[in-house]
């Protein structure tokens, strides 16, 4: 039967839903699943981790050297912890995207990047080429399974769990050649791209960052994280952390509102598992109204003020 231990995605305070739905592959997948919290002073994200249905153990484990999510240290900690388990598992994001291939590397395994779909204990797909083309990968016998999820794949596991939490002494030391410097976020109290349940979306129209600002106002009556085109992050009128599509982020909030975007099939690729898109675009032929589920052919700096006021 297979083991299996995720690592859990947090900012040392609230556990990130990812790790919830790496919890529910890890339930399509079978077997026996314990969760592994780093950081330092983690008790609280701890117990979170335990309220997840379906998970047997939290591993809590730390440690100074643990405060930040440094792939560096982290890694190895992650190694030392995945004796015993037949499957390590983190969620796709861009922290899993960084931490786990360094502990598979440590493990001497190749690792399956974003699991969407499980067909067996070491089979799995994965999208390729932009989602055009699904991928089958098997995993060999005798090696640790070391995988990420695909977050827009898996719904979150459901709460009501009461696993038993076990503080894990750390079995790594500090690297000593990478240093965690600081965080600068910059969405300020904007909810997480990747998890946000609503995210709206602008593209090269908006012309400059100043009139970005029309999208923030109306994603912050919405609670609405804000993503943005690579056209529009080419054109410097937002971060690149911001990019939604095949080199960006690839989210399926409940709602996508895309204002001012073409629909070019690297951006869709990001978007297509969203509940509903809306798209508001002044080209009756773009795209994006290909799949678009609400399409409204307007411009958008008569769309976004009005948007405003309606919601008061
Ligand atoms: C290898 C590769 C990877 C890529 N990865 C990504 C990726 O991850 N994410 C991504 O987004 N792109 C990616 N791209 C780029 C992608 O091909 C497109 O160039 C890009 O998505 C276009 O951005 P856009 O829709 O904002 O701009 P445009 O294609 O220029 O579209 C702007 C749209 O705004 C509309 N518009 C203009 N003015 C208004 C107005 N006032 N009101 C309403 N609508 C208006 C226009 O009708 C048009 O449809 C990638 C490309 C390559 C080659």
């Given at each position: 039967?297979?083991?299996?231990?995720?690592?859990?995605?947090?900012?040392?305070?609230?556990?990130?839903?990812?790790?919830?739905?790496?919890?529910?592959?890890?339930?399509?997948?079978?077997?026996?699943?314990?969760?592994?919290?780093?950081?330092?002073?983690?008790?609280?994200?701890?117990?979170?981790?335990?309220?997840?249905?379906?998970?047997?153990?939290?591993?809590?484990?730390?440690?100074?050297?643990?405060?930040?999510?440094?792939?560096?240290?982290?890694?190895?900690?992650?190694?030392?912890?995945?004796?015993?388990?037949?499957?390590?598992?983190?969620?796709?994001?861009?922290?899993?995207?960084?931490?786990?291939?360094?502990?598979?590397?440590?493990?001497?395994?190749?690792?399956?990047?974003?699991?969407?779909?499980?067909?067996?204990?070491?089979?799995?797909?994965?999208?390729?080429?932009?989602?055009?083309?699904?991928?089958?990968?098997?995993?060999?016998?005798?090696?640790?399974?070391?995988?990420?999820?695909?977050?827009?794949?898996?719904?979150a596991a459901k709460e009501g769990g009461s696993a038993t939490v076990n503080e894990r002494p750390a079995a790594s030391e500090d690297a000593g050649h990478t240093r965690y410097v600081g965080l600068e976020s910059g969405?300020?109290?904007?909810?997480?791209?990747?998890?946000?349940?609503?995210?709206?979306?602008?593209?090269?129209?908006?012309?400059?960052?100043?009139?970005?600002?029309?999208?923030?106002?109306?994603?912050?009556?919405?609670?609405?994280?804000?993503?943005?085109?690579?056209?529009a992050v080419d054109a410097g009128y937002v971060p690149n952390d911001m990019q939604v599509g095949q080199t960006g982020k690839i989210i399926a909030p409940e709602l996508y509102m895309a204002f001012g975007i073409s629909?070019?099939?690297?951006?869709?690729?990001?978007?297509?598992?969203?509940?509903?898109?809306?798209?508001?675009?002044?080209?009756?032929?773009?795209?994006?109204?290909?799949?678009?589920?609400?399409?409204?052919?307007?411009?958008?700096?008569?769309?976004?003020?009005?948007?405003?006021?309606?919601?008061?």
């Open positions: 039967m297979s083991k299996i231990l995720i690592i859990a995605e947090h900012d040392g305070d609230t556990l990130n839903p990812g790790t919830a739905k790496a919890v529910s592959c890890a339930q399509a997948i079978g077997g026996d699943i314990d969760i592994l919290v780093l950081g330092e002073d983690i008790t609280e994200v701890a117990t979170q981790a335990a309220a997840i249905d379906g998970v047997t153990t939290v591993h809590a484990t730390s440690a100074a050297h643990l405060a930040a999510p440094l792939a560096a240290n982290w890694a190895a900690e992650i190694a030392a912890a995945a004796d015993g388990y037949s499957h390590v598992l983190a969620p796709s994001s861009t922290f899993g995207k960084d931490v786990l291939p360094r502990a598979a590397a440590l493990l001497g395994v190749n690792m399956v990047s974003d699991i969407a779909a499980v067909d067996g204990e070491r089979s799995f797909k994965r999208p390729v080429y932009a989602g055009n083309a699904i991928a089958e990968v098997s995993v060999p016998d005798g090696d640790t399974v070391v995988a990420t999820a695909r977050t827009a794949s898996w719904p969405g300020g109290d904007r909810p997480d791209l990747q998890t946000a349940r609503i995210v709206l979306s602008g593209g090269r129209a908006f012309g400059s960052a100043e009139n970005f600002e029309q999208l923030y106002t109306v994603a912050d009556k919405l609670k609405a994280g804000v993503g943005a085109s690579r056209a629909g070019a099939i690297q951006h869709i690729t990001g978007i297509k598992d969203a509940g509903t898109i809306v798209a508001v675009n002044k080209d009756a032929d773009a795209p994006i109204f290909e799949i678009a589920d609400i399409g409204l052919v307007a411009d958008l700096f008569t769309v976004l003020p009005e948007l405003e006021q309606q919601l008061g």
